[in-house]
């Protein structure tokens, strides 16, 4: 079964993404914040991590860069609001590889990760 | 008599004695049966609440059904025993004369109990089982339970 | 009207505990930030805070809860921009905004649609938004081009719809043109790509962005149009036109675009540089004009004080470590950390049973290898309960800040509207406390700063004339001392005057005069708790304190606890609170009376006496004795529980334990005393519900039930009965 990583600091959002996935035949690892996500990446290698930009102790884009560091194929996929293209940007040049926009249609992650793992 | 008896329902009931008559209650609602045991009194409640004791860690109240029937007092003996039972969360230990045994009655043989059949107020009765040999009066216990009754008796002692 | 929303019951409740944290974080550091406008980090905290509940709430579905949260994310992200600072009524209106947010928040608790109008709040909102100055022109600057720049990309649109199908020419310079040759050289294919991307598409930029790193991985880039540096800086448009070197097949890259999301439209054709000379020259240069695509960004534009990578993280901030906290943290039901503590309890009961039995089996079968063994073990079981009771006790504190973190708000409130200046401080927020009693004091501390606030403290006019100074200040403090927790609300307004108290009990029918004449002034004052002294009517004349005095004493001795006041006229007053670490396991002094053993919980109690014969008066028509030259009235215990043994036991000694509630000393008469330890509280049940003077009952470790002593409705039934 493919491993995805959630990564947000609000346990609802978690909730209901690892409620999606899992349904969809995923097995979801979470993370708190930026730090546990990496700590987590690092630890579990899941297959896809969906990260969210505004977290506090590590945000979005440092994580992404350090999990990159740590795996330059890691697959990450940023989820933000609609006002951060900026950081959304940046998490892309940081290595990011795709981003979906909160809230979000459940199709819409599910092709996404689908583009991704398959 | 009038109405078409759907099928006929067999439960179980404890069977005691108090003060010379049977009766019976729901096993289901019976917790255990434990013997006679130090129970701790507990001061400005109704007469028929005994007290409190130790159930293995827990602390349980304690009625004396003669009194809650008004019928009249006697010694502990050594039959003497305590139906702990349990209802709606509730749990409650009832002194009784003796514990005699566990029966199957079936519905058929139970009837609404006449008025002057016990000197228990018939609201607390279910009904009457009409065995071969005896009568055993099946008791309702959330009427022997309810709390409102009890306050009234308080405000009538 | 009820509501429904695209969620499970679990996940409903998640959010409303999450909720319920960013809404209590939003209160406590929106009114701290009004206090330390420069704190970065509060801002970025208070910043999260609305931002994840706007993302929440519309992921529930709760359209109204985004969109005000929306609306104050929006002055929030403006502040920490340094486009707007924060003033008085910019917090009003943050806060009442906040306000409005608890009340959606019950909607979702309750499923029930409320009739709040949110249009005014919302109105209220923008226009604070909209009071900022935006820092750079060249947002605006990039703003106006946007007509500017729709009509090119119109143009745009327009030139490749009237071009052919085949993919318009692209110029290019003599160094891209090189690229091409030496790629054709080395055997590669060079194509002219162009891609619609859906106009609908969020965030453009970046797709246009992943688009060329997809192509990227396809080829070569030679040129593309906007270039990646334009995209970067988000001015990309709908339409990417690429000059690539690949070795792939046309069919394949053009197959690898359509698969990428918001690719609407992929043209591909073969890159044919001689006719890109050609073209350069042609009237219709398809060059896509710069434009800004800001539309979907309000100001996020590129301005210097943007959101920069490594934005929250780094250096210890201190709110973020707090949170972090609590991210690694496991959620408990209460009801668990109950079951626990009942078994914690059990637990309790078996080890002093333990000791007994061992106690017995020693003098029994004295230094048996078997017995030091077991009684090895039983000591290390003992520790080992000591030590999990400790941690269960542990688990089910809460620090009072969990309690205190709403005050500051409500004296903020209170304060103005009673038009009083004052500065409210608390002191000892992580003190902790076990958590039923942090529920039961609530409504007292609440009373007791609403009645600083209101009667009190003096209106700044009246402070000036006074001497004092026109601010005055509220301090609600909380600290461990020994085995208690002492809370403390002491401020410098009017102070109560125990004549006052007096005119009015006895007014009021409480007390004859003759009883006020004899009260010393503190007993006077302790007379603020008895109920029915004060009315609303008479409430400044009295003493400064109004309704709910009796009401505060009684919440307190619910929890075992006490409260205490100490005044001077015309300086102020604190009253002190004294409460229990915790409910269920107390530490009492046993007694026998009859035989029977009581359990008095030590923090009712002020000394014991041995009695000596005769000592026993009769004073006032009751009996008591003569204790440093006061008068200690008694209770017979036997009496209090209607023992109803024959005959009274008069000779052997007596002893007398007094206890103290509320100011009120009294002196319980008992046969002897036994000793002191733990016990855990058990209550009477449902069935026997609440008997006067009875707090419980705790298994003792022989296995009889002990009855535990209510001091606090013992003393008040005497009071009554006399």
Redesign the interface.
Known sequence: MPKILVVDDAAFMRLRVAKLLTENGYEVLEAGDGQEGVDQYKKNKPDLVLMDITMPVMDGITAVQEIKKHDPNAVVVMCSALGQQTMVMNSVKAGAKDFIVKPYQPEKILDTIKRFIG | MTEQVARVEEKQFVVFQLSKETYGVDIAKVWEIITMQ?I??????AEF?EG???LR?????VIDLRKRFGLPQDEFTRSTRIVVIEIS????GMIVDGVSEVLRISSDIVEAPPPAISNVDADYLEGVAKLEDRLIILLNLDKV?N?QEKIELENVG | MGLQFDASPDEIKLFLEEAEEHLQLLEEDLVRLEKEKDNQELLQAIFRAAHTLKGSSATLGHQRMAQLTHGMENILDKVRKGQLSITTPIMDVLLEGLDFLKVLKEEIETLEESDVDLEKILGSLSKAAAGGQTASSAAEGKLATIPEGSTAVTEVAAAVQAAEPAVPSMALDWDEKDHVTRGKKQGKMAYSILVNLAETSEMLSVRALLTLMALRENGEIVKSIPSSEEIEREEATSVLHVALISDRAKDQIVHVLKELPDVVRVEAAPLDITREEAGASAPDGVTVAKTTVAANEQANAPLPKDETPGNGNGSAKIKDTKIAKVSRTVRVDVELLDNLMNLVGELVIDRTRLAQLLGALESKYDSNDLVEDLNRTSVHIGRVTTLLQEEIMKARMLPVESLFNKFPRMMRDLSQQAGKDIEFIMEGQETELDRSIIEEIGDPLIHLLRNAVDHAIEPPEERVAKGKKPQGYVKLSARHEENHIIISVKEDGRGIDPDKIRASAVKKGIITEEVARRLNDQEAINLIFASGLSTAAKVSEVSGRGVGMDVVRNNLEKVNGSVEIVTELGKGTEFIIKLPLTLAIIRALMVSVDSRVYAIPLGSVLETIRLTDGQIKEINKREAIVVRGRVLPLLRVKELFNHQTRGVRESGKTFVVVVNLGGQQMGLVVDSLIGEQEVVIKTLGKFIGDVQGVAGATILGDGSVALIVDVPSLVKKVVKVG
């Open positions: 130090p701790t009194k507990v001061p400005h409640t609440i409190i004791l130790n860690g827990r602390v349980i109240p969360g509730n749990t409650l339970l709390k």
